[in-house]
């Protein structure tokens, strides 16, 4: 327990200045990956969503009713990966959106350095945040700032029903920043603001007692 | 007619379209006669009549899109009233059948139980009718829309093109079956008389001036364009016709109906047929057409470059009539021949040049450019109101207008139907409870958020295989796609029961529960149906979502 520390505060989005941020979803049909990245957006403005082919048949449509905020969505629907990135940079040139979120399956030729460098500037220039969601992929070279790898944890305990998993956890691991710190966090949210806590053995946590 | 009429620039103006018209004509078309019946000042009007419009419509649309429904199958359009459904138009097999318009429904599905019932589509009906006026000018400049079924055509001067009023009548009345359409036409001297020869007089009458009265005299006393109550009360007064009731003296008829409006007064509407009350045909304007071109000296393959003056013309010419774009067309006329033309819509209404060139970019290669062509047109077809907006003093624009310009650059590029906004819907079967309507139609109202629905939800719901199923609650363990899920707790159950009005019979509850696996994946699945439901097997389990 006592290893239990918060380590920061996820920082208000206007201090944050927008750039790319990668997100490696660690199992394909994880909606972690997702969630979190929502966690970091602003609800205020439409938020622009495209999905490749394959990301939509194997993971499926974002869900209105189930979001964690009232998001305005404008969805993309492109069926090649390069299609998504020409959609996201097309999207970062309105300043209007409050972010452009990229889903792309595997590792497409079209998504290299230079592709994501591109993305990375014109959403610093414009002020946009960029994040590019990631499944059944190498987490190759890439100019993204932030890059994390998210997976599912058990559940906290449901304060009612022992029987039923409570508000998710997830494990979010930073394997590469340009300014930040790397590490191991666990991730929940807290008053629909994202939280992350150090310490990363499961044994430490509140969560882990609520296994059966 | 008298020479004071508020109509003598129409006429003027009609008569300057007939002899431009004519001008070629060395002689008359082999089977026009003069008219003899046809006083020299006088005005003709048509007046057309179309008695089954608004089912004729559904129809037609029925048709078009593959389901057009048996011709013997009774068939009602209805209207919401607050004493419930009424009919508003019926089928002929409906008709048959002794449904009544402006009968209610349920009344009507006593006397005919096999009725199929569908809502009328008013706005979509007079939006019709406006086009199908329009329609009409080819017959004659100058027409106008008459209530909910009809319009007015003033063919003063017109009908010696088409060969004579009868062959006029009959070439309108053809060319709207072929449409689809049945239909009733008159002509006449008047407003008034046209619209009840058209109605109440036979198989299209043509009424010379001379012979007004006497055609007009054995008509009911209904098509006078009186309410049915006015018209009853005529009746029980002993005036069947309008032949009786222009035998009363107008002193004792002007007393009898001193306060009703001119809508209803038989005695003025008596007027206006006879042509002593002046009784004007507003014609609306034709719609205002955008349409700019390029004449090029010699042939060229690509009109990359003439677009942007085009545009900037087109944009001039919108901005003076206060409207902007919502679809544009570049056609290119080729020297061989052969057009061929390529289309653009737009989220919001647009006379920015610079944008609207944008959106063509890449989409000119599918121009098949053959030996070069020598003029370009761009034009917009569908145009509408757009006022004047003031950018902020810093010079940025307003939000509006960048997130619909992304959405118009995202459409043409992609499609209209790849950017889309999900709306929600007051269903209650989960994927039935969101719609994805194209972003170009509009931005959709917010939806209520629902703790118990997933992040994501799969489109079509996939089977899962129990390997160990206990009898209470999901199954202990399951496999989709090739992985065993072992379930380690999980909420539920949400029972959704099937929507019987628009689902097949048979169709099945769904029992929904939110499970969570050994390693932490949080799913959502369901049961379809319960044992001993009488509606299949074993009921079946299917994975619908992904919680976070």
């Not at chain 1, 940079?89 to 990229?102: D, I, N, S, T």
Request: with cysteine; charged share 25%; net charge neutral.
């Amino acid at each position: 327990m006592s290893r239990l520390r918060p380590l920061s505060k996820p920082r208000p989005p206007a201090s944050q200045p927008a750039t790319l941020s990668e997100v490696h979803a660690d199992r394909a049909v994880d909606a972690a990956a997702v969630a979190f990245v929502l966690a970091h957006l602003d609800a205020e403005k439409p938020l622009l969503w495209i999905q490749d082919r394959l990301s939509r048949k194997e993971t499926g449509r974002p869900c209105l009713a189930g979001l964690p905020r009232p998001f305005r969505i404008l969805h993309v629907d492109v069926s090649r990966p390069v299609d998504v990135l020409w959609a996201m940079e097309e999207g970062l040139r309105c300043r209007a959106l409050g972010g452009v979120l990229g889903e792309v399956w595997g590792d497409p030729q079209a998504l290299d350095f230079t592709a994501t460098k591109r993305l990375a500037l014109r959403s610093e220039a414009q002020n946009v945040p960029a994040w590019l969601i990631r499944r059944a992929a190498q987490a190759g070279l890439s100019a993204a700032r932030d890059r994390w790898r998210l997976r599912s944890l058990p559940a906290l305990r449901h304060p009612d029903d022992a029987r039923a998993p409570g508000d998710p956890m997830w494990r979010a691991e930073r394997f590469r920043s340009r300014w930040d710190k790397t590490g191991t966090w666990v991730a929940r949210l807290e008053e629909g603001a994202l939280r992350l806590d150090l310490g990363m053995e499961s044994q430490s946590l509140p969560a882990a007692q609520a296994l059966s | 007619m008298s020479a004071g009429f508020p109509k003598d620039i129409s006429e003027q103006r009609l008569e300057q379209v007939v002899r431009t018209l004519t001008e070629g004509l060395s002689t008359p078309a082999p089977d026009w006669v003069p008219n003899p019946a046809k006083s020299p000042g006088g005005r003709r009007i048509l007046s057309l009549w179309l008695p089954r419009f608004a089912m004729e419509r559904w129809l037609i649309t029925a048709a078009r899109h593959g389901d057009a429904p048996p011709d013997d199958l009774p068939l009602v359009l209805a209207v919401d009233k607050p004493q419930g459904a009424q009919v508003h138009a019926t089928s002929r097999a409906a008709e048959r059948a002794g449904v009544q318009i402006g009968a209610r429904v349920v009344d009507m599905r006593a006397l005919c139980p096999q009725l199929r019932v569908d809502y009328a589509d008013l706005p979509g009906d007079r939006a019709a009718l406006h086009q199908l006026m329009l329609w009409l000018r080819r017959w004659s400049p100058w027409s106008a829309v008459d209530g909910a079924d009809g319009i007015f055509l003033d063919t003063t001067g017109c009908d010696h093109l088409f060969g004579g009023e009868a062959a006029m009548l009959t070439d309108i009345e053809g060319r709207l079956s072929c449409l689809g359409l049945s239909s009733c036409a008159a002509i006449a001297p008047t407003i008034g008389a046209a619209w009840a020869l058209a109605r109440y007089g036979g198989v299209r009458p043509v009424c010379a001036d001379a012979d007004l009265s006497a055609t007009i005299a054995p008509l009911p006393v209904r098509a006078l364009r009186i309410r049915a109550e006015t018209a009853l009360l005529l009746n029980r007064l002993g005036l069947k016709t309008i032949g009786e009731l222009s035998a009363v003296p107008r002193l004792s008829l002007a007393r009898r109906f001193a306060r009703t409006p001119l809508a209803d007064n038989p005695l003025m509407r008596l007027d206006q047929m006879m042509g002593r009350l002046a009784e004007p045909l507003e014609a609306p304007d034709d719609p205002p057409r955008f349409c700019v071109d390029a004449r090029l000296p010699e042939p060229v393959q690509d009109p990359a470059d003439w677009l942007p003056e085009l545009a900037a013309q087109l944009c001039a010419d919108l901005e003076a009539a206060g409207l902007g774009a919502r679809r544009l067309t570049v056609t290119v006329f080729r020297t061989d021949g052969l057009v061929s033309s390529i289309t653009v819509a737009v989220s919001l209404p647009s006379r920015d040049a610079r944008h609207l060139v944008r959106l063509f970019e890449g989409k000119l290669d599918q121009i098949d450019p053959g030996y070069g062509f020598d003029l370009i047109t761009l034009a917009a077809p569908v145009v509408e109101k757009m006022d004047r907006t003031q950018h902020r003093l810093d010079g940025k624009v307003e939000d509006g207008t960048e997130l619909a310009e992304l959405v118009d650059r995202l459409s043409a590029k992609f499609g209209r139907s790849a950017i889309l906004r999900p709306a929600p819907v007051a269903r209650h079967i989960p994927e039935r409870a969101e719609a994805w309507r194209p972003a170009l139609a509009g931005e959709p109202p917010v939806a209520p958020l629902i703790a118990l629905r997933p992040l994501r939800m799969l489109d079509h719901p996939e089977e899962v295989r129990v390997l160990y199923a206990v009898p209470e609650g999901p199954p202990a363990q399951f496999v989709w796609r090739r992985q065993v899920h072992r379930v380690s707790r999980f909420a539920g159950p949400e029972r959704i029961a099937p929507e019987w009005w628009a689902d097949r019979p048979g169709t099945r509850l769904r029992d929904y529960y939110r499970v969570e696996d050994q390693h932490g994946l949080r799913l959502w699945i369901y049961r379809e149906g319960v044992i001993g439901d009488g509606r299949g097997n074993e009921p079946r389990w299917f994975l619908h979502g992904m919680f976070p």
